[in-house]
């Protein structure tokens, strides 16, 4: 099988808040070259790099608002939130655990620091990634998957080099305990130093990977350094990655969605039609109600 080379190792630029509560970077599509259709079906990533929140008696985080075409997906690494939706749906995402919330049709959320770990304030790292929906998916009912860590299918790697967390889709035979619409492997690789892992995935994915902590070779030349982003050609199908030091590697990789994309803010639709109906529907209160 042919090698899967990187394409660009992307240094993400500013941070801004969400609502109070998440200082991100916004990795896709915010970094140039990472446009919807770019990473299909990964739309829109952004990352809490690591930061201390004081402790706060009222926990920060954004209010409620609504989603519609689309999932979205919250890794907790350090931290936690507390989620609650208008479908009834709602918990806390604890550390090393995630939430999958398939928004589709239509939901309103809202996602604060935990009350408890509020009140005594702490490190935050977070993802949060939006996953598109095909066209015949987008008004499916909406659900939830809290995916805690031990839940999740978990492979040795070699030598004692570190595990590889199945968040979905399945590496090495081990499956991951998230059900998707279209094939999504997004796999948390915790490593030690001198650590291995081998991917492969089928060339026309698209691929990337995001170091949250340590510090990475790909392929034994390109160096990629904690909270930088790697985005892969389609050149190929396999790559392999080596910690130089303990390292946490969030891999994600995807068949593309290749459908018109219409976005605004937190609507992601095929046509503009979808998404004034969208604006429509949220104004006449179908999207439920919550406090
Ligand atoms: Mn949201």
């Known amino acids: 099988m042919a090698i899967k080379n990187l394409e660009r190792v992307i240094t993400p630029s500013g941070k801004h808040y969400v609502g109070d509560g998440f200082l991100v970077h916004n990795i896709i599509p915010g970094s140039q070259g990472l446009s919807m259709q770019r990473i299909s079906p990964f739309i829109m990533m952004d990352y809490n790099a690591p930061h201390y929140f004081s402790p706060s008696?009222?926990?920060?985080?954004?209010?409620?608002?609504?989603?519609?075409?689309?999932?979205?997906?919250?890794?907790?690494?350090?931290?936690?939130?507390?989620?609650?939706?208008?479908?009834g749906g709602g918990g806390v995402i604890g550390e090393g655990d995630v939430q999958w919330m398939t928004a589709a049709s239509g939901v309103l959320h809202k996602e604060f620091h935990e009350k408890e770990w509020s009140k005594k304030g702490g490190d935050f790292q977070m993802v949060q990634l939006w996953v598109n929906l095909p066209a015949k998916d987008k008004m499916s009912p909406p659900k939830y998957q809290s995916i805690t860590q031990a839940q999740m299918g978990k492979y040795h790697?070699?030598?004692?080099?570190?595990?590889?967390?199945?968040?979905?889709?399945?590496?090495?035979?081990?499956?991951?305990?998230?059900?998707?619409?279209?094939?999504?492997?997004?796999?948390?690789?915790?490593?030690?130093?001198?650590?291995k892992a081998e991917f492969s995935f089928p060339n026309k994915y698209n691929t990337a990977l995001l170091v949250l902590e340590g510090s990475i070779t790909v392929n034994d030349k390109d160096t990629v350094p904690a909270n930088n982003f790697a985005l892969f050609k389609?050149?190929?199908?396999?790559?392999?990655?080596?910690?130089?030091?303990?390292?946490?590697?969030?891999?994600?990789?995807?068949?593309?969605?290749?459908?018109?994309?219409?976005?605004?803010?937190?609507?992601?639709?095929?046509?503009?039609?979808?998404?004034?109906?969208?604006?429509?529907?949220?104004?006449?209160?179908?999207?439920?109600?919550?406090?």
Do not use: W
């Open 57 to 87: 008696n009222t926990p920060k985080g954004v209010g409620v608002h609504p989603h519609r075409g689309f999932e979205t997906v919250t890794i907790a690494y350090k931290g936690k939130v507390e989620h609650h939706d208008s479908s």
């Open 157 to 195: 790697l070699s030598n004692h080099g570190g595990v590889i967390e199945v968040i979905a889709g399945q590496y090495n035979g081990i499956t991951g305990a998230a059900s998707t619409f279209t094939p999504v492997h997004l796999l948390n690789v915790r490593m030690k130093t001198g650590g």
């Open 234 to 291: 389609n050149d190929g199908e396999t790559f392999f990655i080596e910690a130089i030091k303990n390292a946490i590697v969030l891999v994600l990789s995807g068949e593309p969605i290749n459908e018109p994309i219409a976005h605004h803010g937190p609507f992601v639709m095929n046509t503009k039609e979808e998404i004034m109906q969208a604006f429509e529907d949220f104004n006449m209160g179908k999207f439920g109600y919550l406090e």
